[in-house]
């Protein structure tokens, strides 16, 4: 398996409660995209777009 840096770094990007909540689907997702052939660029930009909304948005959301 081919491992995917900046990719990774996007997803330790979002928030703590937002990474134990979603982040492990986030990441097969992110790697189903990746292997499909999405150029990781656009990848990790809309994922980096997503870390910084929900550090706008949603800066205290419970992790429940």
């Not at 491992?3 to 997702?29: N, Q, S």
């Not at 992110?30 to 910084?52: F, H, I, Q, W």
């Given at each position: ?11 330790v ?52």
């Amino acid at each position: 398996m081919r491992t995917h840096r900046l990719a990774d770094f996007a997803l330790v990007c979002y928030p703590a409660w937002w990474r134990e909540r979603y982040g492990e689907e986030a990441r097969v997702l992110t790697e189903d995209l990746l292997s499909e052939g999405r150029r990781e660029p656009r990848v990790v930009g809309n994922l980096l777009r997503g870390a910084l909304i929900e550090h706008l948005w949603a800066p205290s959301m419970p992790m429940q």
